[in-house]
């Protein structure tokens, strides 16, 4: 027996006495009526037929005497009082209310002016912004006291994946992650068994996706008396609905970057193929409104059911200085008649680091990709970035070449700490690892401290040469850095042809990495890389077996290839939380003909900054807040991870850590982290959301925000696959039971199927007791017998 059996079985019905008279030896209604009756008054009629008597006397007489006989016959028929206990039991109806993630939604009405105004009369002022569990709710406070008008008892129950008992003053989350209308059917009415239930009521959206199928629990119902009438929930009207999806949004860029948000639009039940704008917003989330909103740039798409995908780029533009946060809404109009518009928009906020991306560039030779790019780009071309290069073939007495804020190096920075607070992303080029310092001891202590450099989120760029890199790496304590693999015999074969020039070829056009996204027009940024009128040509490159599991290929060679496709050129990838980038060629200085540094500016100022988000995510680098995931089903508890460092970049011993999440409300918690046990300087906790929407989580010191993160709370995949209303699923169901199917317009019609007196008596046990032996009887047999000799000798009668 369930807890809710157990329940049910605690509850006490009312008991009761009835007392009756009842004549155990009477013959059948038609003996009594047409023969012993008729007989009795003839026989007393007749008895004084041949007296002579007046009128009135003879039919006196013949009443006492009539009456004398038929109290005769009562006693021989043999009347008894029958005393009864029995059990009342009160009718009871069974509200099912709809609690799974899908009565999140809202519904346009739109083009719906009766459901609109029936929702009105419930006491919402717009339905266009009441989720369903909020009509719901409304529908049953409508309903709960109408039926307890009429002495019914109403038993309410929320049902998603399961059945539970609603109290109350209890409400509906909204927060099931799939919906089983049937099971709460059948569930229910297995759980009253032997009570007086007169009807079930489901109010619902109607969208069953698991559990036993509705008509087969509707068919359980039917083999009972007990008709099930349904209640639907939502815009009824045929499905017609654009979505919007978030395809890919970065979660930190740095202060001057573009940003590039990815979302994907499609639509359900359109008669026609259409287009539609999709726009991106910059607003201010303590501003007032749509009057905070400005449009930053917007795109045109085909609305089908296949869906398009389509990027939309925000220029840079300063953040919120307080929180260092752009925050976005991407919006798509709705069309017309369109039922479901909770999902035409989205919001989202990316972390702007208003730091210097600080870089140590180390290289083994004045090649020419050293002079452009430590003498043009790095020196000159970003204010955003500021570096040191170190030369290892120049005299002692060479000055370094490094951004005027910054001192001159004399030799490589070996010590991690010094490459922990320096450092956000280091460039290797041709370079042997094991002689960038004359004591042995020191080159393995800078390898050591690069892996922790990556390890805690710096950046590393490989820049492949004709010596040293990457051939001397492969065995290093560097390999495992690189988000590539090697075959070492074509390594060391080299390139088939350096006399013959190629243009790399885009893994992705269509949606290309930050990196080789060099021109907001697609079409014209695959031009610049891949055809003779773009940028100039390579000669040089590493040859690549491939890309590292995880690791994704930016740029192939259009022609050279191996067993497992074309060579890699460019290979972005992650350690764990620090970033890789290694390419397999030398020649970028070549962007700069024809188009002077603009390319070749662009593209290492991208590779750069992407590098350095790993160390940029928060304004004190010593702390990180990390999520498992950007988005979470609701109901799902979100585990929140802070990792803190000590002033010398060691694992903080503190006991907790303090973060602040806020809702889509806007409303603040403190959330205290507990320390992990082993895992110095490691805290977590979670929170379980209870709306869908955009949270975030924060590192506060003083009135700043050191660190964030965010996440969205999305609907349940299961619900979320097919929101539209079902109202031919809880039709069926209530035409099966016997039942009515309403909406909220046509709630009214419900009354009808609940008259009142509808009690239910159970007998307990009865109790016989003789009435014709006692006083009474006899006296009043003996006063009708001696009423009628006083009067035979009032009358002289014999």
Not at 45 to 67: C, M, N, Q
Not at 84 to 105: F, G, H, N, T
Request: net charge negative; proline share 6%; charged share 30%.
């Amino acid at each position: 027996m369930n807890a809710l059996s157990v329940s049910l079985a605690l509850l006490q019905s009312e008991s009761g006495t009835r007392e009756s008279l009842r004549l155990l030896d009477v013959p059948a209604t038609w003996v009594l009526v047409l023969v012993v009756l008729p007989a009795l008054f003839l026989i007393s009629y007749l008895g004084y037929r041949g007296e002579t008597l007046s009128s009135g006397a003879r039919w006196t007489l013949s009443a006492l005497r009539f009456g004398a006989l038929a109290l005769l016959l009562v006693v021989i028929f043999r009347p008894v009082k029958v005393t009864k206990r029995e059990e009342v039991q009160k009718p009871e109806v069974i509200l099912l209310i709809d609690d799974s993630a899908s009565m999140q939604r809202r519904d346009a009405y739109a083009g719906d002016p009766k459901q609109r105004a029936a929702i009105e009369a419930l006491g919402i002022a717009d339905p266009a912004q009441a989720t369903r569990t909020q009509i719901a709710e409304a529908v049953v406070a409508q309903l709960t006291p109408r039926l307890q008008a009429e002495d019914y008892v109403v038993r309410s129950f929320s049902f998603a994946e399961d059945l539970a008992p609603l109290p109350a003053q209890a409400r509906l989350t909204g927060r099931g992650h799939s919906t089983h209308l049937g099971d709460a059917l059948a569930e229910s009415l297995a759980a009253h068994r032997g009570r007086h239930v007169t009807d079930i009521v489901v109010v619902s959206d109607g969208r069953q996706n698991g559990g036993t199928a509705v008509p087969d629990a509707a068919r359980i119902a039917a083999a009972t008396p007990v008709p099930v009438h349904t209640v639907v929930i939502g815009d009824t009207r045929p499905e017609k609905n654009v979505v919007l999806e978030l395809v890919e949004a970065p979660p930190t860029a740095l202060e001057g970057d573009e940003i590039e948000i990815s979302v994907r639009v499609w639509a359900r039940g359109l008669e026609r193929a259409s287009r539609s704008e999709v726009r991106l917003e910059e607003y201010d989330p303590e501003g007032d409104g749509k009057r905070d909103r400005r449009v930053v740039t917007s795109a045109e798409t085909a609305l089908s059911e296949a869906g398009e995908r389509i990027t939309l780029v925000a220029r840079a533009s300063p953040a919120d200085r307080r929180t260092n946060q752009r925050r976005f809404r991407v919006e798509v109009p709705p069309v017309e008649g369109e039922t479901l518009l909770d999902d035409n928009a989205l919001e989202l906020s990316v972390h702007v680091s208003p730091q210097k991306v600080r870089v140590l560039y180390v290289e083994g030779y004045p090649r020419w990709e050293y002079r452009r790019l430590a003498l043009d780009m790095l020196k000159r071309a970003d204010e955003n970035i500021e570096f040191q290069a170190l030369l290892l073939s120049a005299n002692s007495d060479f000055l370094q070449e490094s951004s005027k804020d910054r001192p001159s190096l004399r030799e490589v920075p070996t010590d991690r700490k010094e490459l922990l607070d320096n450092y956000d992303v280091v460039i290797l080029g041709d370079v042997n690892p094991f002689t960038i310092s004359p004591d042995p001891k020191r080159c393995d202590e800078f390898m050591r401290a690069l892996v922790e450099f990556v390890e805690r989120g710096g950046g590393v760029c490989f820049v492949a040469g004709e010596y040293d890199m990457p051939k001397e790496y492969l065995d290093s304590p560097l390999a495992p850095l690189m988000p590539v693999l090697f075959d070492d015999a074509e390594l060391r074969s080299g390139p088939l042809d350096m006399q013959r020039e190629f243009h790399p070829l885009l893994e992705d056009p269509a949606h290309p990495h930050e990196i080789v996204r060099l021109h907001g027009d697609l079409d014209l940024n695959r031009r610049l890389w891949e055809e003779q009128d773009g940028l100039r040509g390579m000669y040089f490159y590493a040859p690549v077996q491939r890309a590292k599991p995880g690791s994704q290929v930016l740029l192939r060679h259009p022609t050279d290839r191996n067993a497992y496709g074309n060579h890699p050129l460019a290979v972005a990838g992650y350690y764990p939380a620090g970033r890789t980038l290694f390419l397999a060629f030398d020649e970028t200085w070549r962007f700069m003909y024809h188009f002077g540094p603009r390319y070749h500016q662009r593209f290492w100022r991208n590779a750069i900054r992407w590098l350095a988000l790993g160390r940029m995510k928060s304004g004190d680098r010593r702390y990180r807040l990390e999520l498992a995931r950007a988005q979470y089903d609701l109901g799902e508890a979100v585990a929140i991870e802070a990792r803190a460092l000590d002033a010398d970049y060691r694992p903080s011993e503190a006991p907790t850590q303090a973060v602040r999440w806020s809702d889509p409300e806007g409303r603040t918690v403190e959330l205290v982290l507990a320390a992990l046990q082993g895992r110095a300087g490691v805290y977590r906790g979670s929170i379980e959301p209870d709306a869908t929407g955009r949270y975030r989580v924060w590192i506060e010191a003083g009135d700043q925000r050191i660190a964030s993160a965010e996440f969205e709370v999305v609907l349940p995949s299961l619900e979320n696959r097919d929101p539209a209303p079902a109202p031919e699923i809880l039709a069926e169901a209530s035409a099966i039971a016997r039942g009515r199917a309403v909406d909220v317009a046509s709630l009214e019609l419900l009354r009808d199927e609940f008259p009142s007196d509808q009690e239910r008596h159970d007998p307990i046990s009865a109790r016989l007791d003789d009435v014709w032996d006692r006083w009474p009887t006899l006296l009043a047999a003996l006063a009708l017998l001696a009423a009628e000799w006083i009067l035979r000798k009032r009358f002289e009668m014999v």
